[in-house]
T-cell receptor, first 111, second 122 residues
Framework: DIVMTQTSLSSPVTLGQPASISCRSSHSLVHSDRNTYLTWLHQRPGQPPRPLIYKIFYRFTGVPDRFTGGGAGTDFTLKISRVEPEDVGVYYC?????????FGQGTKLEV | EVQLLESGGGLAQPGGSLRLSCTASGFIFSNFAMSWVRQRPGRGLESVSVISSSGGTTNYVDSVRGRFTISRDNSKNTLYLQMTRLRSEDAAVYFCAKGSRSIVGATTIEDWGQGTQVAISS
């Protein structure tokens, strides 16, 4: 199975300041169809995960443009340009390149 | 708007069985592969099983293979997870999730249900 490893944030984060979360996969996530199935999700307590970014850098509909995804191969980053109060929660990276789809352990963002 | 509504969770005994259901709306259910993902208390997310749009192809994480069965009824827009020989470590919130493609394999999970709680206790 592909192992996904996320970095911790220096907590707490200051509102209005940037934040960055890193994710590394144990194997390349580039699929034979040349796509990289790396998704970022955000979860608040008691809520299901909400997908933010797919295929490294594409935003889902309704996701603010302060969220930016980047990276390639095995190293990926989610950047928040200016942290807002509603951004608190846990962020997960997820690989969908091969089953079982696997997730990072989560990175908690606190303000 | 995509909606995924899970049901069937509850309390089961070790060695017992439960059947989860997920009713889908807001999209053409028969066009998309579907998954079950679980989240154990205080832990992260784990994909459990996936099924192709036609139901002809399935896959399972090793820890549930041989005990869980995923299926779907495209005429009812419903996804199922039959869980047997339940263990304490199966206790979790189970989410129904919609993939971005029809096939099992590489995918983006685009939508999630609210989840249904499964507890295991004697």
């Amino acid at each position: 199975d592909i192992v996904m490893t996320q970095t911790s944030l220096s907590s707490p984060v200051t509102l209005g300041q940037p934040a960055s979360i890193s994710c590394r996969s144990s194997h390349s996530l580039v699929h034979s169809d040349r796509n990289t199935y790396l998704t970022w999700l955000h979860q608040r307590p008691g809520q299901p995960p909400r997908p933010l970014i797919y295929k490294i850098f594409y935003r889902f509909t309704g996701v603010p443009d302060r969220f930016t995804g980047g990276g390639a191969g095995t190293d990926f980053t989610l950047k928040i340009s200016r942290v807002e109060p509603e951004d608190v929660g846990v962020y997960y990276c997820m690989q969908g390149t091969e089953f079982p789809y696997t997730f990072g352990q989560g990175t908690k963002l606190e303000v | 708007e995509v909606q995924l509504l899970e049901s069937g969770g509850g309390l089961a005994q070790p060695g017992g069985s439960l059947r989860l259901s997920c009713t889908a709306s807001g999209f053409i259910f028969s066009n998309f592969a579907m998954s079950w993902v679980r989240q154990r208390p205080g832990r992260g997310l784990e994909s459990v099983s996936v099924i192709s749009s036609s139901g002809g192809t399935t896959n399972y994480v090793d820890s549930v293979r041989g005990r869980f069965t995923i299926s779907r009824d495209n005429s009812k827009n419903t996804l199922y997870l039959q869980m047997t020989r339940l263990r304490s470590e199966d206790a979790a919130v189970y989410f129904c999730a919609k993939g971005s493609r029809s096939i099992v394999g590489a995918t983006t999970i685009e939508d999630w249900g609210q989840g249904t709680q499964v507890a295991i206790s004697s």
